[in-house]
C-alpha cells in the first residue's frame, strides 16, 4: 500500500541555523503534500502544502520543496528559532479533492537550542 | 479556515467503559475525519464520518469498537467502546472543507485508559 518514509526521526539544531526534513512516497499518483506542525499538547497545524504541478513554495522562512520523479519533497526552515522546536509531519495524498486520503510519515521531533 | 473544538480535551477512563469525543465545527464542511495518534507515532485514519449515512473506517478499525456519528455537516462523534490501556492515545477529528485538498485537525482528545 502507499507508504511515506520520512527522516531523521530527530534533528537538533543551533538557533539561527537552516533545518531540513525529507520524505519519499511510494504512490506515484500521489499530487499533494502537506506538513504539518504538532506542539506538545496541540492538534497538527497545517504550516505548508504543495501540489505535484510546482517545485518549490516558500512562505517566510519556511520552504517545501518537491522531486517528483525521485518521490521525494522536503521542508526547509531558514533562521530557526527556539518557538520552532516541535513535531514535524510530512504527508502526501492522491488529492481529487473529496478522494484523496492523507498518509502521514512517521514524524520528526525538531529542537533549535537558544 | 473553519475553527474546530473537541470535547472532552482529556479524560482518563478505567478499562471495560466507553468514552464519546464530541467534534464541533463552526461552519459547515464538507469531509470529517477521525485520526488516532498513539504516545509518540504518527497520526493514524480511523474512519471517515459521512454526513446521514454510516462510516467508512479503514483497514484495522471496526464500528463495534469506533462507533461514528455525524447527524450534520457541523458536528460529529467517536466512541472508544469497552477500552483497554491499548487505546490509550489522543484522537483527533479533522475536516476538509468544499473540494480542496486542505485538511485541517482539531486540538486532540487525550485519553488515558487506566
Known amino acids: 500500500g502507499e507508504n511515506v518514509e520520512q527522516h531523521p526521526s530527530t534533528l537538533s539544531v543551533q538557533e539561527g541555523d537552516s533545518a531540513v526534513i525529507k520524505c519519499t512516497y511510494s504512490?506515484?499518483?500521489?499530487?499533494?503534500f502537506p506538513w504539518y506542525k504538532q506542539e506538545l499538547g496541540k492538534g497538527p497545524q497545517l504550516i505548508i502544502d504543495i501540489r505535484s504541478n510546482v517545485g518549490e513554495k516558500k512562505d517566510q522562512r519556511i520552504a517545501v520543496t518537491l522531486n517528483k520523479t525521485a518521490k521525494h519533497f522536503s521542508l526547509h526552515i531558514t533562521e530557526t528559532q527556539p518557538e520552532d522546536s516541535a513535531v514535524y509531519f510530512c504527508?502526501?495524498?492522491?488529492?481529487?479533492?473529496?478522494?484523496?486520503?492523507?498518509?502521514f510519515g512517521q514524524g520528526t521531533t525538531l529542537q533549535v537550542k537558544p | 479556515s473553519a475553527v474546530i473544538s473537541q470535547k472532552p480535551s482529556r479524560d482518563i477512563c478505567q478499562r471495560g467503559t466507553s468514552l464519546t469525543i464530541q467534534c464541533q465545527v463552526d461552519?459547515?464542511?464538507?469531509?470529517m475525519f477521525w485520526y488516532r495518534q498513539q504516545p509518540g507515532q504518527s497520526l493514524t485514519l480511523i474512519a471517515t464520518a459521512n454526513q446521514g449515512s454510516e462510516a467508512t473506517y479503514e483497514s484495522g478499525f471496526v464500528i463495534d469498537k469506533f462507533p461514528i456519528s455525524r447527524p450534520n455537516l457541523t458536528f460529529s462523534t467517536l466512541t472508544v467502546s469497552n477500552m483497554s490501556p491499548e487505546d490509550s492515545s489522543i484522537y483527533l477529528c479533522s475536516l476538509r472543507q468544499g473540494s480542496t485538498d486542505t485538511q485541517y485537525f482539531g486540538p486532540g482528545t487525550r485519553l488515558t485508559v487506566l
Open positions: 504512490d506515484s499518483a500521489s499530487n499533494y
Open positions: 461552519s459547515q464542511v464538507t469531509m
Open positions: 504527508a502526501a495524498s492522491r488529492g481529487s479533492g473529496n478522494t484523496g486520503k492523507l498518509i
